[in-house]
């Protein structure tokens, strides 16, 4: 228990730093929101129209920096990020929303197969300890992991779409069709998947292969294992409940490190793709210098982040009991 | 079926493990008999090779090391020439291991009750209740409440976690128990007690029990023979009473000098000299020779082969050879 | 992407402390020696040099200049132009080679200032322990946490197209943490080492004993460090100019991509304006990537030759 609040303690500190960092930062550079906003209607703006938008940006000027810091703060816990610059005056809240579902559910999908196969591949090659696959394995995706995602998503593009029209290159689904429940849409929703979703598990799971043979590597060198072969126990029972359970520990742990990499690669790729997820927005917040919706993106995907994090947290606990017994 | 033969007959065993820059002979043509309910206690210092030999005898060596000759033949099957899947067959069932730490020796993410329903199940079609049954009542053997079936291994003491993995060896009462040092990660006190559970054990299951160690005094109370091993090699081997009373190895009469008597007058420890040899590059010759106070010219020349001087024991030395070479012993019975 | 491999607690064996000069040399003695053996480190060192003698001698290589509006656009390869030509009729060869020193450059000095952060916060942490280790070891937590990319497109994008040097200077500050977090466990195991003890005992002063005692006996696990920081560095520009910040006017294989993407090369008839850059990023990660494996198994022995043992069972066995 006292972990989980600990891990907890941990979450509100880092959620804090992001916010203030987010409110920091814009602050700390030359420009601001609105000088953005001038530039984009080259100037044309009546004083009530730049009052009106500093209202809906949270910028008050006469305040002090600290109210400023607070009236922030208590926005964004009413889900208020400002009006977007790019989509105006669309609410930023609105925008990501709509942005977040087809993310969430590349990476969901995209990070549960990567481990699930990584680590049993990792855990299978290991046993096996059959030096022909393990030296030609390990080299491989140790090449393969340097693979920056979104140039494999560039050839991925190329080959299936460009050369053969296998499938579709980019959107996540097809343009002239609407979003619709049916089966159709479904159809055309998967298919549009399946390259930036292909191209993410074939360069993320090397990681997880490689890691976990060499926990695997270790821990079959453990005496409980040995006990196991005393035992009389089944391979493959040896190779789950005794080698595998203990192995994939250390994995958890570094999930939540290896995050940072998963998400940047997955925002890439989404931009590699046009597909229409956190990435490709935060592409176009760049584009038209729209800070309230970057600003919004960031302190997401932090959040996304951390919640994963306390997942993995939890998995660990469930998986090893010496953990629920913090002194 | 075999009421008659020994129980355990090791033959001309020979291991290797594979270093770096070649081989290492860990155990050097080792011969040994275990008969039935016989309490076995194989003594030597660390790294002589004891574990391994014991490990060789039940299969179980890390893929480091070899068996490179001789045969394990356990109530009248070959081990060495099994293969896995027949050799799962009687692990467990008639023959079990306790190891020596088992902190290392039981899976931190399992319960006990799940490792012990593991190597029921392996073995036997039981209900889950029966089994859990069983489980208890092994416990209850080692004096362990049941409750701790729920258990983790870091949650008990050291000294219970021993005692359960000596239950759990005896789930299916085996005819054979190898235990490699099984006491060395605890106190005098729980050292005794577990060996005395042992014992009691042993008396009342009538298993057989080979009992490695580098502690001879604490085995003597309960081992019926003794079988002292050097630098991979067995010099020595006799029943208890004979060890204590009429050492005839060189070694073992070291071994001996080494340790005080409670009783008796006070004297000086006598340590043995020098140390065991670099396996790596074994001495020609005798391997004690170096360092024994009773060295002859031929003993650095050629291996002492092996004598039965009082006809149920065994000694490696040239003082006791009668062909070839008589040493000054030879045909002294005392 | 590569995750390193984290490293257990200073298993390079710590020779007596009889000076500073026969310490680094044994060091790099055991290096050079484990390298040359060892064909992933051998391969990793080649492909890299190729790069360096790219950027080194680009006047000399490349046929053109990189900006060189002089022919006719989206050309496909030929022998004039073995990559064809951009949409602006720039020979997108030339183009690469120039860039490789952009390229290098910003994954040396970023990936080098990333390192030199990682020691000075962990190396810190650990030696002056109480306090002050708890506030930075919270902070490097928290910097290993919150996601890299979007804090270094926000930070970039509000230096509102800086060049060269933003970039650099956001990739150091954010990817410093994974270092530090590494060299803080080494760190606290030498703090108690007896050469330290007598190091103190003489009267040396804290700064010496950090620099020329406890970081020698670290250089490996520094080395392994920066490689790690430089291939952070290079897939973190190139992904950060993809996007467009940094100075799209640069010429970089990051700033290659994004025009080629912007222009849709892949679809509009000249795909290597994209899939050549993008290969050479690879190339050069998969080479800082091969030798870190390489240092990875001198540093940590227990992954080191278990083939060769394999084979050596079998031989015997036969």
Redesign the interface.
């Known amino acids: 228990m006292s972990v989980v609040l600990g891990r907890l303690q941990f979450f509100v500190i880092t959620l804090w730093a992001a916010l203030t960092l987010n409110f920091i930062l814009p602050r700390m550079m030359p420009g601001s929101p609105m000088t953005a906003m001038m530039a984009r209607f080259k100037g044309r703006l009546s004083p009530q129209t730049v009052q009106a938008y500093q209202a809906a940006f949270g910028i008050h000027p006469r305040d002090s920096i600290f109210t400023q810091y607070l009236t922030y703060l208590d926005n964004l816990a009413h889900g208020q990020f400002g009006l977007s610059v790019g989509f105006f005056p669309e609410p930023v809240i609105n925008v990501v929303m709509q942005a977040l579902p087809w993310t969430l559910a590349l990476a969901g999908v995209t990070t549960v197969i990567s481990f699930v196969l990584g680590t049993l591949i990792g855990m299978v090659v290991a046993w096996r300890r059959a030096g022909a696959v393990d030296s030609l394995v390990t080299p491989l995706f140790v090449v393969l992991s340097a693979v920056p995602y979104f140039w494999l998503g560039l050839l991925a593009i190329y080959f299936f779409s460009v050369i053969h029209n296998w499938l579709p290159a980019r959107f996540g689904y097809g343009i002239t069709s609407s979003l619709t429940l049916s089966w159709a849409t479904i159809g055309q929703i998967l298919t549009h998947a399946i390259l930036p979703a292909g191209t993410i598990i074939i360069t993320s799971i090397g990681g997880w292969i490689l890691t976990m043979r060499n926990n695997m590597v270790g821990t079959l060198s453990e005496d409980y294992v040995q006990m196991a072969r005393a035992k009389g126990l089944r391979p493959w029972r040896i190779m789950f409940h005794y080698a595998g359970r203990n192995a994939i520990l250390p994995n958890l742990a570094g999930f939540a490190m290896s995050l940072g990499f998963v998400v940047s690669g997955l925002l890439l790729t989404e931009i590699v793709f046009n597909y229409p997820g956190v990435g490709f927005l935060f592409l176009q917040a760049v584009e038209n210098q729209d800070y309230p919706l970057m600003q919004a993106l960031f302190l997401m995907v932090t959040l996304a982040v951390l919640v994963a994090i306390l997942a993995a947290d939890a998995a660990n606990a469930l998986l090893d009991p010496r953990t629920r017994a913090k002194r | 079926m075999l009421s008659d033969g020994p129980l355990l007959e090791i033959n001309d065993l020979v291991v ?1 493990y ?1 270093g ?1 820059s070649g ?1 290492v002979r860990a155990v050097d043509g080792v011969s040994l008999r275990v008969s039935r309910g016989e309490f076995l206690g194989l003594v030597g210092e660390s790294a002589c090779g004891k574990s391994t030999l014991l ?1 060789a005898a ?1 299969r ?1 060596l ?3 090391a ?1 068996i ?1 000759g001789g045969n394990v033949i356990f109530k009248g099957r070959d081990l060495v020439v099994l293969r ?1 899947k027949q ?7 008639e023959l ?2 306790v ?3 088992a902190m ?8 006990i009750e799940a490792q012990m329903l ?2 029921i199940k ?2 036997q079609r039981m209900s889950k209740r029966a089994a859990r049954a069983r489980a208890a009542e092994v416990l209850r053997l080692v004096g362990i409440d049941e409750v701790h079936l729920k258990s ?1 291994p ?2 008990l003491s050291g000294g219970m976690r021993q005692r359960a993995m000596i239950a ?1 060896a005896l789930l299916f009462t085996p005819d054979l128990i190898l235990t490699d040092e099984p006491t060395s990660a605890l106190d005098v006190v729980a050292q005794r007690s577990l060996m005395v559970q042992l014992k009691e054990l042993q008396q009342q299951l009538h298993f057989a029990v080979i009992f490695v160690t580098h502690d001879m005094s604490l085995v003597s109370r309960y081992a019926d023979r003794m079988a002292i091993m050097y630098a991979g090699q067995l010099v020595e081997v006799a029943t208890t009473r004979d060890v204590f009373d009429r050492p005839q190895h060189p070694y073992t009469q070291g071994l001996l000098e080494a340790y005080p008597s409670i009783h008796g007058p006070r004297r000086e420890l006598k340590g043995i000299p020098g140390r065991p040899p670099d396996l790596r590059f074994p001495p020609s010759g005798c391997r004690f020779a170096p360092r024994c106070p009773k060295m002859m010219p031929v003993c650095s020349q050629q291996q002492p082969g092996i004598s039965s001087p009082r006809g149920d024991d065994l000694v490696r030395c040239f003082l006791y050879e009668r062909d070839g070479v008589p040493g000054e012993l030879a045909g002294v019975r005392d | 992407m590569y995750q390193h491999i984290a490293l257990e607690e200073a298993p390079l064996p710590v020779p007596a402390a009889r000076g500073r000069r026969p310490r680094l040399l044994a060091i790099g003695g055991l290096v050079l020696s484990a390298v040359g053996s060892n064909a992933k480190a051998v391969l990793g060192f080649a492909i890299l040099g190729i790069f360096v003698i790219m950027a080194v001698f680009a006047p000399v290589i490349a046929p053109y200049g990189p900006t060189a509006e002089l022919f006719l656009p989206t050309l496909g390869p030929s022998p004039t132009h073995l990559l064809g030509t951009t949409n602006l009729g720039e020979d997108i060869f030339s183009q690469l080679i120039w860039g490789t020193r952009e390229t290098l450059l910003i994954g040396a000095i970023a990936g080098g200032l990333a390192t030199i952060l990682s020691v000075a916060i962990g190396v810190t942490a650990a030696y002056l322990g109480g306090i002050v280790d708890h506030v930075l070891s919270s902070v490097t937590d928290i910097f290993l946490v919150i996601p890299a990319l979007p804090l270094m497109i926000i930070i970039a994008a509000y230096a509102q197209g800086g060049g060269m040097w933003v970039l650099i200077i956001v990739i150091a500050v954010t990817g410093w943490s994974y270092g530090a977090r590494q060299l803080r466990p080494q760190a606290l195991s030498f703090r108690n080492r007896d050469f330290l003890e007598s190091a103190k005992v003489r009267g040396e002063n804290r700064a010496y004993i950090i620099f020329c005692e406890v970081l020698p006996n670290m250089v490996s696990l520094i080395v392994a460090i920066f490689l790690g920081a430089a291939l952070y560095a290079v897939l973190a520009a190139a992904g950060l100019q993809f996007i467009g910040l940094g100075s799209t006017t640069d010429v970089s294989w990051g700033t290659m991509l994004y025009w080629g993407q912007t222009n849709e090369a892949l679809t509009s008839g000249s795909p290597l304006w994209v899939i050549v850059p993008g290969a050479c990023v690879c190339l050069l990660g998969a080479s800082v990537a091969l030798m870190n494996y390489a240092v990875d198994e001198i540093a940590n022995p227990s992954l080191r030759g278990r083939r060769r043992r394999l084979r050596a069972q079998r031989r015997a066995s036969a």
């Open positions: 290797d594979a770096k081989f490990f039940s179980l890390s893929e480091s070899q490179v896995e050799l799962r067959h009687l692990r467990w069932r079990s291991v190891m020596q730490s290392n020796a039981l899976n931190p993410v399992l319960s593991d190597a392996a073995h983790y870091h949650q759990m």
